[in-house]
């Protein structure tokens, strides 16, 4: 599945990263970006994490609501 950073719009051929920023435990930002984006977001001092993007989706999505 090919997918494509949520913030540059670029298709992602790298690592994959959930850059996420919280307040006062109210998620702000929850974004899937490629690596310069992860760069960047961890430049700004972001929450900034590898991942790894199955095929399915949804399964995820699953997994992040659990935590």
């Known amino acids: 599945m090919k997918r494509s950073c949520e913030h540059c719009g670029e298709l992602i051929v790298g690592g994959v990263y959930r850059v ?4 006062d435990g109210i998620t702000l930002l929850n974004l899937v970006v490629c690596s310069l984006c992860s ?7 972001l929450h900034a994490e ?13 997994r992040e609501s659990r935590r």
């Not at 996420?20 to 307040?23: A, D, F, G, R």
């Not at 760069?39 to 001092?45: D, F, G, N, P, V």
């Not at 590898?50 to 699953?62: C, F, G, H, L, Q």
């Open 20 to 23: 996420t920023s919280k307040q």
């Open 39 to 45: 760069i960047e977001a961890k430049r700004l001092r």
């Open 50 to 62: 590898e991942i790894s993007i199955s095929s399915n989706p949804s399964s995820a999505r699953n």
